[in-house]
């Protein structure tokens, strides 16, 4: 009873799949209660006289059983356990969580294959390795043709088409490692088996010829104790072998223990003690109607039904039926439980299968209304995609409908490939047309861009760059090329054509080389660490810049250049925003110092001062603003924001006000030195 229990505890620790991986294990069906197949009961007829009574006994007992033989409740558990008999590693499959292989990529597929492989016996994942190859070979072929379909449209030919795929390689690496450990395995295995087989069988012989000999009862009971114990420990044989050779054995003890009607004594101990260790596994098997857990229940279940098979004996005659039809019936009743748990799947499934019609639904719409443009498609591409992922993570759908569901999805996904394969071999052809026109206008725009005859050729090469424009695009690989080569020709016939407008603005592009020289140095400057060092030496390049006067107006974005890192040098250096255009402004101050010109700096002060005016009129709208909000709203984010803008109006106020200042000081200057000039020429007149 101690082993007994041992086995219990190993089934009640052992079950850790998932509800929804039970489905497999009823396909595992098994037989029930012993029956005597006829070639067993031929032996028995054969046997002696005194034999007969329990012969015809064993009949009616194993006829009604017959009738339960074939109901699936019993046919679940006989067979699984069947399997199990065959090897005990291979009870590890049930331990093994069956993954959803079904919305995994090809990737994960070849990943979890090479951990079962590498981690589990190879005799324990059979299944899982069958389902997983499924679901490879299905989403790799897809992969495949979809890689056909994009070759031909490319103008490829069918017949020519070869794929390397790495995940293809990996899985079948991997998948042949797990046939050849599978294949070992099992020739290993199968000498062992027949050869338990055998014993088996010998025993059997054995103990058909314990009741021809005549010897002491108790004698021969003893030996009967020893042929139980080597029968127990003979090892796994064949399941196909299982139940029959189970069947002939349990039979020919039945046979022995009439046999035993000469000592009753002996026997009705055996038999009581059998009762009562069946009665132990009955109440055991009506309490899993109270586990929760089904995986576990039905695991434990198959295990009572092991020891009641392989290690508890007959009962007396009078307590068979009773004693067996209510093992069947809690065995009936987790049967029902199972049955209702897989009802409740298929409403699942069916819910699945809903969500992924119309997913199927919503592909074939894009499908069926492709777009006519490469962003467009994209787009599509991407919501295709999507929909994809959606489908594989949708679940299980019925088994009946679902390589019809796959087929749809497949042929409904091939059918936006194909139009959109379609779309871009058009373009393609397209494209190359582009590119033909492009090529022709660069030939003309090369013949044209040293001629000299710019009254002709300047129109002509204007039309070519508008023609150019109006063509759509070409092949990626060419696109760049050509475009530099169209794009030197015409800057080349422009540059010397304002190389020749230009010339009498020689000046000009002399400071513009200058200006760029100066831009190049103020590149390489490096801040010293002493500030007033440092703001001098900007001060210097700000003098400098100013000096070199116009430049050609297609140059002026240098001006913008030379701004932005003079600002980052001063932003450095700790000046602030407003000094820093105070200290830009005091150089320009210095220039219309030079120049004297009254009329410039008359010019300058003018557009100073609508700027402040601009500047006082935008302080008092913000100021009007703030009076519309109470004193208390100042954590109000628009009170803030016109807050913001008040104080930097306030703050651009105040450097226009002081770049008036540097015009009236100039202002006063030339005044003053007009006046001493005129009192100078007073006194020498």
Same mark, same amino acid.
């Given at each position: 009873?101690?082993?007994?229990?041992?086995?219990?505890?190993?089934?009640?620790?052992?079950?850790?799949?998932?509800?929804?991986?039970?489905?497999?294990?009823?396909?595992?069906?098994?037989?029930?209660?012993?029956?005597?197949?006829?070639?067993?009961?031929?032996?028995?007829?054969?046997?002696?006289?005194?034999?007969?009574?329990?012969?015809?006994?064993?009949?009616?007992?194993?006829?009604?059983?017959?009738?339960?033989?074939?109901?699936?409740?019993?046919?679940?558990?006989?067979?699984?356990?069947?399997?199990?008999?065959?090897?005990?590693?291979?009870?590890?499959?049930?331990?093994?969580?069956?993954?959803?292989?079904?919305?995994?990529?090809?990737?994960?597929?070849?990943?979890?294959?090479?951990?079962?492989?590498?981690?589990?016996?190879?005799?324990?994942?059979?299944?899982?390795?069958?389902?997983?190859?499924?679901?490879?070979?299905?989403?790799?072929?897809?992969?495949?043709?979809? *890689?056909?379909?994009?070759?031909?449209?490319?103008?490829?030919?069918?017949?020519?088409?070869?794929?390397?795929?790495?995940?293809?390689?990996?899985?079948?690496?991997?998948?042949?490692?797990?046939?050849?450990?599978?294949?070992?395995?099992?020739?290993?295995?199968?000498?062992?088996?027949?050869?338990?087989?055998?014993?088996?069988?010998?025993?059997?012989?054995?103990?058909?010829?314990?009741?021809?000999?005549?010897?002491?009862?108790?004698?021969?009971?003893?030996?009967?104790?020893?042929?139980?114990?080597?029968?127990?420990?003979?090892?796994?044989?064949?399941?196909?072998?299982?139940?029959?050779?189970?069947?002939?054995?349990?039979?020919?003890?039945? /046979?022995?223990?009439?046999?035993?009607?000469?000592?009753?004594?002996?026997?009705?101990?055996?038999?009581?003690?059998?009762?009562?260790?069946?009665?132990?596994?009955?109440?055991?098997?009506?309490?899993?109607?109270?586990?929760?857990?089904?995986?576990?229940?039905?695991?434990?279940?198959?295990?009572?039904?092991?020891?009641?098979?392989?290690?508890?004996?007959?009962?007396?005659?009078?307590?068979?039926?009773?004693?067996?039809?209510?093992?069947?019936?809690?065995?009936?009743?987790?049967?029902?439980?199972?049955?209702?748990?897989?009802?409740?799947?298929?409403?699942?499934?069916?819910?699945?299968?809903?969500?992924?019609?119309?997913? /199927?639904?919503?592909?074939?719409?894009?499908?069926?209304?492709?777009?006519?443009?490469?962003?467009?498609?994209?787009?599509?591409?991407?919501?295709?995609?999507?929909?994809?992922?959606?489908?594989?993570?949708?679940?299980?759908?019925?088994?009946?409908?679902?390589?019809?569901?796959?087929?749809?999805?497949?042929?409904?996904?091939?059918?936006?490939?194909?139009?959109?394969?379609?779309?871009?071999?058009?373009?393609?052809?397209?494209?190359?047309?582009?590119?033909?026109?492009?090529?022709?206008?660069?030939?003309?725009?090369?013949?044209?861009?040293?001629?000299?005859?710019?009254?002709?050729?300047?129109?002509?090469?204007?039309?070519?760059?508008?023609?150019?424009?109006?063509?759509?695009?070409?092949?990626?690989?060419?696109?760049?090329?050509?475009?530099?080569?169209?794009?030197?020709?015409?800057?080349?016939?422009?540059?010397?054509?304002?190389?020749?407008?230009?010339?009498?603005?020689?000046?000009?592009?002399?400071?513009?080389?200058?200006?760029?020289?100066?831009?190049?140095?103020? *590149?390489?400057?490096?801040?010293?660490?002493?500030?007033?060092?440092?703001?001098?030496?900007?001060?210097?390049?700000?003098?400098?810049?100013?000096?070199?006067?116009?430049?050609?107006?297609? *140059?002026?974005?240098?001006?913008?250049?030379?701004?932005?890192?003079?600002?980052?040098?001063?932003?450095?250096?700790?000046?602030?925003?407003?000094?820093?255009?105070?200290?830009?402004?005091?150089?320009?101050?210095?220039?219309?110092?030079?120049?004297?010109?009254?009329?410039?700096?008359?010019?300058?002060?003018?557009?100073?001062?609508?700027?402040?005016?601009?500047?006082?009129?935008?302080?008092?709208?913000?100021?009007?603003?703030?009076?519309?909000?109470?004193?208390?709203?100042?954590?109000?984010?628009?009170?803030?924001?016109?807050?913001?803008?008040?104080?930097?109006?306030?703050?651009?106020?105040?450097?226009?006000?002081?770049?008036?200042?540097?015009?009236?000081?100039?202002?006063?200057?030339?005044?003053?030195?007009?006046?001493?000039?005129?009192?100078?020429?007073?006194?020498?007149?």
């Amino acid at each position: 009873m101690q082993e007994n229990d041992h086995k219990l505890q190993q089934a009640e620790g052992g079950t850790e799949e998932k509800p929804e991986n039970t489905k497999g294990q009823v396909e595992e069906a098994t037989p029930a209660e012993p029956k005597v197949s006829e070639e067993t009961v031929s032996d028995t007829e054969e046997s002696q006289e005194p034999k007969k009574e329990t012969v015809s006994e064993s009949k009616n007992s194993e006829n009604d059983s017959e009738k339960n033989d074939s109901e699936e409740h019993l046919d679940e558990i006989d067979e699984s356990n069947a399997e199990d008999a065959e090897d005990a590693e291979n009870e590890k499959r049930h331990t093994i969580p069956m993954l959803d292989y079904h919305s995994m990529t090809m990737e994960n597929l070849v990943g979890e294959l090479q951990r079962l492989v590498k981690n589990e016996k190879v005799q324990a994942i059979n299944k899982h390795v069958s389902a997983i190859k499924y679901e490879f070979d299905q989403k790799f072929q897809e992969f495949l043709d979809e *890689k056909k379909e994009e070759f031909v449209s490319k103008g490829g030919n069918e017949i020519d088409f070869r794929y390397n795929s790495v995940a293809k390689r990996q899985f079948n690496e991997v998948y042949s490692d797990f046939r050849e450990k599978r294949d070992q395995y099992y020739k290993q295995l199968d000498q062992s088996l027949k050869s338990n087989l055998q014993k088996r069988l010998d025993i059997i012989e054995e103990l058909k010829g314990l009741i021809d000999i005549e010897e002491d009862i108790n004698t021969t009971y003893n030996n009967f104790k020893d042929l139980q114990n080597r029968w127990r420990n003979a090892g796994p044989i064949p399941r196909t072998n299982y139940n029959d050779v189970w069947r002939t054995y349990h039979h020919h003890m039945e /046979i022995f223990y009439d046999f035993l009607h000469l000592n009753r004594e002996l026997r009705d101990l055996d038999f009581k003690h059998n009762l009562e260790e069946k009665q132990k596994l009955v109440e055991r098997a009506e309490a899993l109607a109270e586990e929760p857990d089904l995986n576990k229940a039905f695991r434990e279940l198959q295990t009572l039904h092991k020891i009641w098979k392989e290690d508890i004996g007959p009962v007396a005659k009078e307590h068979r039926e009773e004693i067996w039809e209510k093992f069947s019936t809690a065995t009936k009743a987790m049967h029902q439980r199972r049955q209702e748990h897989f009802q409740e799947l298929e409403k699942v499934y069916e819910k699945n299968l809903e969500k992924k019609q119309g997913i /199927i639904a919503n592909i074939a719409k894009i499908a069926e209304n492709v777009a006519d443009n490469h962003r467009g498609i994209q787009q599509q591409i991407k919501e295709v995609e999507s929909l994809r992922d959606s489908f594989f993570k949708a679940g299980k759908v019925p088994q009946k409908v679902n390589e019809e569901t796959w087929s749809q999805f497949k042929e409904t996904v091939r059918k936006f490939n194909r139009t959109k394969n379609a779309f871009y071999k058009n373009q393609k052809k397209e494209q190359q047309q582009n590119l033909e026109k492009k090529k022709e206008l660069l030939e003309l725009a090369i013949s044209l861009k040293d001629s000299d005859d710019w009254n002709e050729v300047t129109p002509q090469m204007k039309r070519i760059q508008r023609d150019w424009k109006k063509i759509g695009h070409v092949p990626r690989k060419y696109s760049d090329k050509i475009w530099k080569e169209f794009k030197d020709a015409c800057n080349h016939y422009f540059d010397r054509l304002h190389a020749e407008k230009n010339e009498a603005h020689q000046e000009e592009f002399e400071n513009f080389k200058k200006k760029s020289e100066c831009l190049d140095r103020l *590149k390489e400057f490096q801040l010293s660490g002493d500030k007033t060092k440092d703001i001098e030496a900007v001060k210097a390049f700000l003098a400098e810049w100013k000096k070199y006067g116009r430049i050609p107006y297609n *140059k002026k974005h240098i001006n913008s250049k030379f701004n932005k890192i003079v600002d980052a040098l001063l932003k450095k250096l700790g000046v602030g925003k407003q000094q820093s255009e105070l200290l830009k402004y005091g150089n320009k101050v210095q220039e219309l110092a030079k120049t004297e010109d009254n009329y410039a700096i008359g010019n300058e002060r003018v557009f100073v001062k609508r700027k402040i005016d601009e500047v006082k009129s935008e302080i008092r709208q913000l100021e009007n603003n703030l009076q519309f909000f109470s004193d208390d709203s100042e954590d109000n984010p628009l009170v803030k924001e016109v807050v913001n803008k008040l104080d930097k109006q306030k703050e651009a106020l105040q450097t226009w006000k002081e770049k008036m200042k540097k015009l009236n000081i100039l202002e006063h200057k030339l005044n003053k030195g007009n006046e001493e000039e005129e009192n100078d020429s007073n006194e020498e007149e």
